[in-house]
């Protein structure tokens, strides 16, 4: 802010010029006290000059609605909604998000920061104020190979970064409470420049906890107990209640935030698809949930505001009063939350959700072009095996955390895996899509049902190669070779013939379409999935898949180096009898 | 922090390591939960590794006590102890006192910066933490001539160092308000910086306070009333319940703290004198009389702690968790707070009342020898008045806010005032004693009661020029002599000899001995301000005079350069009929 600025906005808070901007007739939510106070908000250049009583150059009537803060996301990654942040900020200022912190994980694990680079670039394009954290485990193991290794020396330049908070959710946790070194240099990075770090510690407790959080680890999305958030608050880390469209966890949550612990709670997606945020909402559906689950209003809405800018700092926002951002939400009353308009910055962006901002977009040619396959043919899904006997990677209802099977299968003359349609196991491969390697992994997997064709995408946690899974090795090669042709993407094949695509030319991550094109591609896609390829219906065809290669998540994953074992934490062989 | 030891923190933390120090059996304070977790406290370097149960090289067993986070004192002018900063650790920290925030406004009016730099020094050398504020307003006011100016070019050295978290009290709130050049141009230092800014904004509200706070003023340590409070703390300040030496305000406002607002509530001193210190105590106090008003304790003990911690960014304190300092302090039980031990930074520093540290002096050559006087003789309290008819400055009861009165006295042949036993009027005179201006200035007080000797003091707020007062100009005249061979302080005399004296060697405001010493002297000076000199027994003989030149408290007051109305905000003169 500059002095005539600053003149500007005092002389306007004291009544003595006219605020560039009322908007009068408002219940003001007032988090620092806890009330509703009657009044007008007066707004110069972009920040709150006063609430009161005020003359403006421009006066909107709010009608006697409630005025929120700019509602804040405290974690998500933008990439999981598969759309570039600008589509994001268009589709989430409507609800009333002012701020996101965003972890470029995915991104950065394809693009490395060149990722990080263009999210950042990107995020310039829309009203919504996108705060990054740096992702702190690229690549999330040494078991996988990722398109970039981040290391703490490459993390020195960007953690410096103005908009750069921190170190985004610490998943190797492992590797701090085991004292590994590579985990020690990244936390000292952080720790010089005096930026935070946010955590992701699932199931973590007692001791192992204690260690974890006596790093500082600023906070946590990962609870899935009552229990869990409080060990975790008491230890001085933040809670963040997760609502997205993976996981839904805050109606649990919502029952251990307390009068005494609930400014160390905050609101977060950690993902939020497009058709989650058309049909239900971002942040606005947080609160919803709260009060519907009994929580105060204005204890909600502090989760949503206050307390996370006081958690990651922002200390320009999280309230309306005198010499913050003028971010305000007016919303028809603090039940349904639904919104009316939105201003961030002093202006006005969203109306009977609709995102008023002429919408730009950051060039993606940075990132576009990002599935790089080395000597690529179906020669490399043949697997040679010694046995019939081998394992399988079983889908459990959810879909993320997979059961280590053992079955017989039907092998030709040669060892290779033949399908056989009476049993719902089906050959699944690993392409790697980065660095050229030219790895392919194989393994089988057993309940996606799938009955004919091949289904492959290049979203894949963490490291994004592509998984392919089908019938045969001709449908998996050329839906692998379609994938390449699109740039990334999900791909469904029959009979080498596409059936549905979704291209997804951002990193092989995200579409530079419309959020509404994303969905209804999402949505073609699923029911070919089920009704041209014959996937079970209980099964998320895509979901499904983008998790099979994530070797943090118990039992069994495949990465582009083998078949591994999550619990044992090694890689096993394919045939079940070598083990 | 380095590597190794963060290291060492969590594989203490992990209980993977004997502790450096555990502190065994304990009711841990948990400010984050609002609860009490019964465990050990285990220490690292100077950090808390966890709490639950652990082993250490050293065991202290804690007997049930209760485990509270180090106390912070969120505003405090330490020269109004009259000790030096070594001193106020000694005497605080056995109280529990773990971080004061000082604003060092006292000697940077007398030394300027190297005021500054001598009490940042002088810190170094206690176990205390000691943040400090930069002074923002170096003169008060432009109606005095104190020992420096402190403008916006001079402060931009010093608010960038890392223990300077921000401006001190800004109490030209009307040079915000009416945005004068000066004040915009210190804020927009401070704000560029990224540092805070503090308050003081007695009796203002509605616009003027709102264009106050529009400029991010951080806190406000004046207020007189629940609704004051209820104003600033809506208008996103912090509110600081005062309890000092000289105000009383902890118990009116105490009443104002809700489960709604109390996170916004901190608790401050303002200024503690050694006496006030070992009879009630320091925070200890604070929490004690929070209590004793109905508050629960726990909502207490995060105004002193964690509250305090937020407001003032310091990260590393204000909880007993993973990777906090080690700042413990053990007290009996929540009603009293009798402090224990205390361990700041994971040393013991006190036990049962008592500092453990060596104790460490810094050098005061830099700020000592600041009475500078230039061609001072009785002359210079000649007065020639053309009328017997003159405003006299009343003292009312409290002692700072003073009346504005008209009088009759009695003059000789020249003019020149004669004392009258009958009448309680006698001569007072500011002596300028920072720059050899020569300046003197005289004027009237009413109610003070002296019949003999005279008083000189050059403890005098906020310039701290010397203030004299006594029944003829040869007592006076001796008075001043005497006190600038001593380097300042506060002297009484009689028949041209001292009655009693403290010496003040550290800018004329502090003394460089212990507080014990000062607390004898300063009963001796009261003890004798009565008996020898018969001042009034409503009066208190030296603070009363202490701000008799402070030209921002009505009615009337006298500075170096004369006899100011601050109701009219102008030099008046001596005789009534010419206004």
Redesign the interface.
Known sequence: ?E?EQ??K????????RKADLVIKNCKIV?V????I?EGDIAVSDG??????KYDGEKIVDAQGRYALPGLIDSHIHIESSYVSPEELGRLVVPHGTGTIIADPHEIVNVCGIQGLDYMMAAAENTALDIKFMLPSCVPATPFEHAGDTIDAKKMEEPITRENILGLGEFMNYPG??N?DDDS??K??VA?RAGKLIDGHSPGVK???L??Y????IQGDHECATVEDM?ER????MYVLLRQGSACHDLRKLVKGV????S??CLLCSDDRQPKTISEEGHIDNHLRMCVEEGLDP?TAIRMATLNAA?CF?LYDRG?I????RADVVLVDDLTAFRVNKVWLNGKLVAEDGKYLPEFRRQSIDAVQSSVHLKDFSKEKFRVALKSNRVHTVEILPGGVVTKKSVDTVKLDQNGEFVFDPEKDIVKMAVVERHKMTGNVACGFLKGYGIKRGAVALSVAHDSHNIIVTGVNDDEMEFAVRELEKMGGGIILVNDCKVVESMPMPIAGLMSDRSGEWVDEKLTALHEKAYSALGISGSVEPLMTLCFMSLPVIPEVKLTDIGLFDVTSFSFIPLEADEE
């Open positions: 802010m002095k600053l003149k906005l005092i002389a306007t808070a004291g009544g003595r007032d620092f006290a806890g009330k106070i920040q709150i000059a006063g609430i009161g701090i409470i004292l020690m240099d936390l000292m720790k007692g001791y192992d204690a260690a959080a006596s790093a500082r409080e608050i008491s230890l001085g307390t009068v005494e612990n400014r160390r204005i006081e700092r309230a009063a005198p010499g913050y």
